[in-house]
Nanobody, 121 residues
Framework: QVQLAESGGGLVQAGGSLRLSCAAS????????MGWYRQAPGKQRELVAI???????NYADSLKGRFTISRGNTKNTIYLQMNSLKPEDTAVYYC???????????????WGPGTQVTVSP
């Protein structure tokens, strides 16, 4: 029932910017953590940035300073502002949430389907 949906990906010239959005919907009582990950063709999925329920953030060292994760005013929504994009940023970007529902104290993990980001030289 819980779904995450990303948006905002596309094709951009090197040096440009994109803003990704992720909205979670469904039977979510508490979203403990949300984050962005990316996976390039032939590569393993890697962490981009996460934000906790307390508002603290963590970034991949190589991306800190160019990418910014933030939470929206609407519940269970996050954004990823990507500036000074490079061709090596080309990947499918995925949103992930860790949450609990009103039916069980068990924590669940859910991934969005991903959004393609392509940076041309």
């Amino acid at each position: 029932q819980v779904q995450l949906a990303e948006s905002g990906g596309g094709l951009v010239q090197a040096g440009g910017s994109l803003r990704l959005s992720c909205a979670a919907s469904g039977s979510i009582v508490s979203m403990n953590e949300m984050g962005w990950y990316r996976q390039a063709p032939g590569k393993q999925r890697e962490l981009v940035a996460i934000v906790t329920s307390g508002g603290s953030t963590n970034y991949a060292d190589s991306l800190k300073g160019r990418f910014t994760i933030s939470r929206g005013n609407t519940k269970n929504t996050i954004y990823l502002q990507m500036n000074s994009l490079k061709p090596e940023d080309t990947a499918v970007y995925y949103c992930k949430g860790i949450y609990t529902t009103g039916y069980s104290p068990i924590k669940f993990q859910q991934w969005g389907p991903g959004t393609q980001v392509t940076v041309s030289p």
